[in-house]
């Protein structure tokens, strides 16, 4: 019998949906909600596919997948995320979320 993998989602992040009249508009917020998530360091593979979109991937917050709205910001220890990409595995219950740190950008 394979082994299951136990997911700590023991950290609480709050998803943003921001909407933008676009240019140089920061955009409104719409809505937010705080989730359960883990945190995750984001790997060699992420790197390399964000740098491949001109961004960077500074972390991964993993989530039920129920959860998400297609929020494009996240929060997390007093930290302002910019949601870069989704991955779902098929049929899998979790989400995560690609994300990379807004500080110093305007």
């Known amino acids: ?3 299951v ?3 700590m989602l023991n950290h609480s992040i709050t998803l943003i949906k921001m909407e933008s009249k676009g240019g140089f508009d920061p955009g409104m917020e719409i809505s937010r909600k705080t989730v359960f ?6 790997v060699r593979s992420e790197y390399y596919l964000a740098a491949q979109a001109g961004k960077k991937a500074d972390i991964v917050f993993k989530i ?5 709205g297609d929020e494009n910001r996240a929060e997390h220890e007093g930290k302002r995320y910019l949601i870069d990409r989704e991955y779902a595995k098929p049929r899998g219950e979790f989400l995560e979320l ?8 305007t």
Do not use: T
């Open 37 to 42: 998530a883990a945190v995750l360091s984001a």
């Open 1 to 3: 019998m394979p082994e």
């Open 64 to 68: 039920h997948a129920a959860e998400y």
């Open 98 to 105: 690609v994300c990379s740190d807004l500080s110093g950008r």
């Open 5 to 7: 993998k136990q997911i």
